[in-house]
């Protein structure tokens, strides 16, 4: 009996504890038809805060993340969805600690 009443503690206290260290990241298309094919591994998708890339690209959609404690998993967790999405690179992220993150997704056009 002890024991059933200290698992049910312990599940109760393990999912509270760990419900938010889960990093979701979504897309939104630019155009709802259009489905792009991934091309860039999520480790080498650029970003870019304050500025734009020199090369040629067309915004394919927006993407975001809801707040969490450590800044590099939202950015792992946006580049992710970024190629998943067929992106290139991330432009004008914008981090708040008390919202999250949000950023533009890109893909170059590759008659560059």
Do not use: W
């Not at 504890?17 to 990241?25: E, K, P, Q, R």
């Not at 897309?27 to 040629?56: C, D, G, H």
């Not at 998943?84 to 690179?89: H, T």
């Amino acid at each position: 009996m002890m024991s059933h009443i200290f698992s049910k503690i312990f599940c109760a206290v393990f999912l509270i504890f760990f419900s938010g260290c889960v990093t979701v990241a979504h897309f939104a298309p630019s155009m709802q038809n259009q489905v792009y094919a991934m091309r860039t591994p999520a480790e080498k998708i650029e970003l870019f805060r304050t500025q734009v890339p020199e090369k040629k690209y067309v915004e394919i959609g927006a993407v975001n993340v809801h707040r969490n404690s450590n800044v590099n998993l939202q950015i792992d967790a946006l580049r992710a969805k970024a190629s998943e999405a067929g992106g290139d690179a991330i432009i004008a992220l914008e981090i708040d600690a008390t919202v999250g993150a949000t950023a533009t997704v890109i893909r170059y056009l590759r008659n560059n």
